[in-house]
């Protein structure tokens, strides 16, 4: 492998950055991606007996409210971000690698492993609705700050774990209501910068113990045909561990750690699939990344925009990633 060879790597993002009309502008105005999007909810649909588009594209629904429902924001997330990679595959950019973090590995593998994308979508529905019937109700705080605070000021955070490390001044931290509560006040009273996540259950955390059984043996140990950079491993896996499922949910998200991984061996192009630009963000962050990355779903109505802008970069750079194409394939 030689370092100046470009190689794509697709972004997945898991609960915590989703909202509500996400996608929308792109659904409305790519007919394409609608097409997938619809495809994608009849599946959910035959699945769960939901729609989910009619419940992620509510117009009466503000920004300011959260999209929490756990079972429907999950397959809103995962289909919309899958929708989003087969269009830019459509396009010519095919992923050498594709990192997923927390239940962004769910996209991740549909994508990596595309005959098994119905599998994926019901393994996803059955998790989640496991949670919401067998777990108590906690949640997630992303804090601005180098995760050391957490061993440093251990009294404050009571029954909270690290979920996971995203770069050197953001870690996020997974627990009960009430152990969340105190640190939340204690960040307001010290004036750091946090945010709630929307999500009303800890993952990452001993409160989704309840639901361990049920996690495993859920995905068959298929060959990845593109390999993942698993966050909940901290490297690039070529096919899913018997533990998988499990680990993804429980283990800590190490984001930091995989992109350190992937960026000491190659030179990637980060393409972020999730909503508004949230691993990219954590990317252009990180202590000595200097590599480009591309956001395409806003919630400022330039999604479009935003696409071609992507095309026309790497349309430029379309010999070397077509040569890089040819010789991993």
């Not at 594709?98 to 994308?117: D, P, R, T, Y």
């Not at 059955?126 to 605070?149: H, P, T, Y």
């Not at 990452?204 to 995905?219: F, G, T």
């Not at 140990?221 to 896996?237: E, N």
């Amino acid at each position: 492998m030689e370092k100046n060879e470009i190689f794509d790597c697709f972004l997945c993002s898991g609960q915590g950055s989703q909202y509500f009309n996400m996608t929308y502008q792109l659904y409305e105005e790519n007919v394409n991606y609608r097409n997938y999007l619809d495809e994608l909810d009849e599946h959910c649909y035959e699945i769960t007996g939901y729609s989910v588009l009619t419940y992620l594209f509510d117009k009466s629904k503000k920004l300011s409210v959260s999209c929490d429902d756990l079972q429907l924001s999950s397959l809103a997330l995962m289909i919309c971000q899958y929708s989003l990679g087969k269009l830019l595959i459509d396009q010519g950019i095919y992923p050498d690698y594709i990192v997923g973090s927390s239940m962004g590995e769910f996209v991740a593998v549909a994508l990596s492993h595309n005959n098994n994308l119905k599998d994926v979508i019901k393994v996803l529905f059955e998790i989640v609705r496991k949670v919401a019937e067998k777990c108590q109700k906690g949640g997630m705080v992303s804090i601005l700050d180098n995760s050391n605070m957490y061993f440093d000021k251990r009294e404050i955070f009571g029954d909270c774990e690290i979920a996971g490390i995203n770069y050197d001044n953001n870690f996020v931290v997974s627990g009960s209501n009430k152990s969340l509560g105190n640190v939340i006040d204690y960040l307001k009273q010290n004036r750091i910068i946090f945010q709630r996540l929307p999500v009303k259950y800890a993952f990452h955390s001993k409160m989704i113990e309840e639901i361990r059984n049920e996690a495993k043996n859920k995905l068959n140990p298929w060959q990845l045909k593109v390999p993942i950079g698993s966050c909940a491993y901290g490297r690039i896996i070529k096919e899913i561990p018997h533990s998988y499922i499990w680990d993804v949910l429980r283990k800590p998200m190490l984001f930091q750690q995989m992109i350190k991984s992937i960026e000491k061996n190659m030179n990637p192009v980060y393409i972020d699939l999730g909503p508004n630009g949230t691993l990219s963000n954590f990317v252009k962050r990180g202590e000595g990344s200097k590599h480009k990355s591309y956001s395409i779903i806003n919630m400022y109505n330039t999604e479009n925009e935003n696409l071609k802008r992507l095309m026309d970069d790497l349309n430029s750079t379309s010999k070397v990633r077509q040569k890089t194409f040819n010789l991993r394939r």
